[in-house]
Every structure is written in C-alpha cells, then in structure tokens.
C-alpha cells in the first residue's frame, strides 16, 4: 500500500471509529503520512455531518441538532471528550504539577471532568440547534472539524511533548513545518471552493475569519499548555480537537449574527 494511503487509513482508525477492512503498519513514513491526514480525516467527518444535516432536514431543529451532536461523538468514540475530562480534572485540581500528571492518568473522572464534557456538549448542541436555522450550514460543518485537527497538527509540530514516552511524542517523531503544509492542501482547496460559491461576500469574510481564530486558538492553548505542563500529551491533543470545534462553532455564530442581523 502507497505510504499516502496508508497514512489516510491509519489517521482514520485512530481518530475516528469508522470500521476500515485493513491492518495498517505503524512505522515512520505512515505516521508521518497520518499526521498530514488530520484535516483530511476532518474534511470526512463534516461530510458526513453535512450529508446527515440534509438528511435530517425535515427533523424539528432541536432534534436535528441532538442527532447531528450525536454522531459527531460517535464518529470520534468519544476519545477526543476523554482527553478534555482529564485535562479538565488536571488543571483543576491546582496541585503541583506531578499531582497533575497522576491526575491525568487516573482513569477515575472527577467533577471538573463532569462538568466540562456537560458544559461542552450542552454548547455544541445549542449552537448546532442556532446554527441549523441559517444559510451556509452544510459548508460550516464541513470546514470547523478540518481546522480542529488542523490545529492538532500544528501543535504536535510546534509544541515539545511533555513526557517522552507519551503518545505524542510518539506522533512527533519526524514531522516538521512541511508537514503541516501538506497537511493544509486538502483544506485550503475546499475553503477555495466555498469562497467561489459565495459571490456576496458573506461566507468570504467568514472563512477568513475562522481561519484567523484557528489560528489564535492554536496560539493560545498551546502556550496554556507549556505553561501548565511543560509541553503536550495525548490528552491534550484531544482536548484541542474538541475545544478548537466548540470555539469555531461560537465564532461562527456570532459572525453570522453580525453579518445578517
């Protein structure tokens, strides 16, 4: 199998749950090719949010909203929730930072947990239910997930791992700033496509927008996370993906309130 191939598959069987027929060797040149597959995997996934959002359109907006939440968590299997209820209980905590850690690994979930996947969930359905009722949906929910994952490329290329035996040291071996513009390719040519079907200038400005709150969003969680813990593990990687999604759906909203409002 072409290593680009492999490395699609492999970024597909370890972000999300789609079932693939096929074993994929973890060796340098797939993970490599993995990691410049994060935006794919997410182009795939807001397809596929999109493609149900159509589906679903006749659905009363509340439940079409909840419905839509619910696959994009089934999609992923929760993985990326799990990192943001471990770092949730780190950081609030307060301990010293090796409590931190041991927090972080403790497969027990606390109240900051709890409360952080409650507050995310309850933010992306309701934004999702706002969301539903406007113009330009379907691109949005293609384009948010891509950036997220964009994001985690960018801080697995930009930010030193924490611990060396964790999961994203094991991601970063290898890649560099090249990869992360590969990884933008597949990205870019779709917020092309949409700014060409937009002549009024509405999504055009909105797309430039999101693309520069990715960006800050990047900027910021990761020097949160230098801060707090010296560099970034797994967790937060996932932690990333969901709060970048949450972030982008709130900074579309409030765009689109202001643009049409």
Known sequence: MLPALAGLGLAIQFLTRIPLPVMIDWNGANRRWAARCYPLVGLLIGVLLAVAAALTSALPTPIQALALLTLWVALSGGLHLDGVMDLADALGSNAPLERRWQIMKDPQVGSFGVLALVFLLAWKAVLLWWWLTTDGALLWLVVVPALARASAVTLLIGVPAARPEGLAHSWQQGLGWHDLVLALVPLLVVISAGLLLTPD?????????????????????????????????????????????????MCVSSWWWFATG
């Open 201 to 249: 200038g509405t999504n055009v400005a909105g797309l430039v927008g999101v693309l520069l709150a990715s960006g800050g969003f990047t900027w910021v969680f990761a020097r949160g996370m230098i801060r707090a813990f010296h560099g970034i593990n797994g967790d937060m990687l996932g932690s990333a993906i969901e709060g970048g999604e949450l972030w982008l759906l």
